[in-house]
Nanobody, 126 residues
Framework: QVHLVESGGGLVQAGGSLRLSCAASGRTLSTYGVGWFRQAPGKEREFVAGINWSASSTGYAGSVKARFTISRDNALNTIYLQMNNLKPEDTAEYFC???????????????????WGQGTQVTVSS
């Protein structure tokens, strides 16, 4: 069992930055891929970024590429999402989740992920 806790969300003006953290307990994340997803009111949960277990591969949604960066610190059992040049359309609840299969690729589908965190709200004002 892996327990995930997201933090770092908040209210920021367009063009600003935030860094989200996903801290894990109960089991090491070092053998798992981890993804960040977001869900805006009335919309489906969507993939934002992911990193494989070894950090040799990352993946991003087209809408955030070049603005967001995912990284991991296995010593701290934490995954980060650095978000720069935020836009109002980035407003959503952000979740991290674990892909329990140790593979090299990053998978973007929600159905591959288990052990979800409770989410952290990101609001970007125009």
């Amino acid at each position: 069992q892996v327990h995930l806790v997201e933090s770092g969300g908040g209210l920021v003006q367009a063009g600003g930055s935030l860094r989200l953290s996903c801290a894990a307990s109960g089991r090491t994340l070092s053998t798992y891929g981890v993804g960040w997803f977001r869900q805006a009111p009335g919309k489906e949960r969507e993939f934002v970024a992911g990193i494989n277990w070894s950090a040799s591969s990352t993946g991003y949604a087209g809408s955030v590429k070049a603005r967001f960066t995912i990284s991991r610190d296995n010593a701290l059992n934490t995954i980060y999402l650095q978000m720069n040049n935020l836009k109002p359309e980035d407003t959503a609840e952000y979740f991290c989740a674990v892909d329990p299969v140790q593979i090299t690729v990053v998978r973007a589908s929600v159905r591959f992920y288990t052990y979800w965190g409770q989410g952290t709200q990101v609001t970007v004002s125009s």
